[in-house]
């Protein structure tokens, strides 16, 4: 597993605050890392995401997504993939932790924002095939 610095006590590559928050939760579910880059002149984003699995299961992917308009539509597109993965490897309940303060907002709050307002409506959709799901802020990280 990566280990990310943020200055603050790590505890299984999370930093300590992230992790007492969810030290019971992560006990039942399935914590997914998702992240994206967007290249503005080409037009084109990388998507990555990974799990960290309770049953120590680990799964990674990442993919190449042409014709995307902006670097908040890329992260959508992330996230998108992530639970259609999540789905694909039968995992129910999961914590999906992003550096995308705006996207988390939209989510939490069902507000379609019309910049990537179909890409939210696939993942509202995609939310209701789990039992329990959460999506949290986490800073940018170093990987080191």
Same mark, same amino acid.
């Given at each position: 597993?990566?280990?990310?610095?943020?200055?603050?006590?790590?505890?299984?590559?999370?930093?300590?605050?992230?992790?007492?928050?969810?030290?019971?939760?992560?006990?039942?579910?399935?914590?997914?890392?998702?992240?994206?880059?967007?290249? @503005?002149?080409?037009?084109?984003?990388? *998507?990555?995401?990974?799990?960290?699995?309770? /049953? +120590?299961?680990? &799964?990674?992917?990442?993919?190449?997504?042409?014709?995307?308009?902006?670097?908040?539509?890329?992260?959508?597109?992330?996230?998108?993939?992530?639970?259609?993965?999540?789905?694909?490897?039968?995992?129910?309940?999961?914590?999906?932790?992003?550096?995308?303060?705006?996207?988390? @907002?939209?989510?939490?709050?069902?507000? *379609?924002?019309?910049?990537?307002?179909?890409? /939210? +409506?696939?993942? &509202?959709?995609?939310?209701?095939?789990?039992?329990?799901?959460?999506?949290?802020?986490?800073?940018?990280?170093?990987?080191?």
């Amino acid at each position: 597993m990566a280990i990310y610095r943020t200055g603050k006590k790590l505890c299984d590559g999370f930093a300590t605050d992230i992790c007492e928050g969810f030290a019971m939760l992560r006990a039942e579910f399935a914590t997914w890392n998702t992240d994206a880059a967007w290249c @503005k002149e080409k037009q084109t984003a990388g *998507l990555g995401w990974f799990l960290g699995n309770i /049953l +120590s299961r680990e &799964f990674q992917s990442s993919t190449t997504v042409l014709n995307v308009g902006s670097a908040l539509m890329a992260e959508a597109l992330s996230i998108r993939k992530a639970l259609e993965t999540a789905k694909e490897e039968n995992i129910d309940r999961l914590i999906i932790l992003l550096d995308s303060q705006v996207l988390i @907002k939209a989510i939490n709050s069902k507000h *379609l924002s019309s910049e990537i307002h179909g890409t /939210l +409506s696939d993942i &509202f959709t995609d939310m209701k095939l789990f039992k329990s799901i959460l999506f949290r802020y986490i800073p940018e990280l170093q990987i080191c």
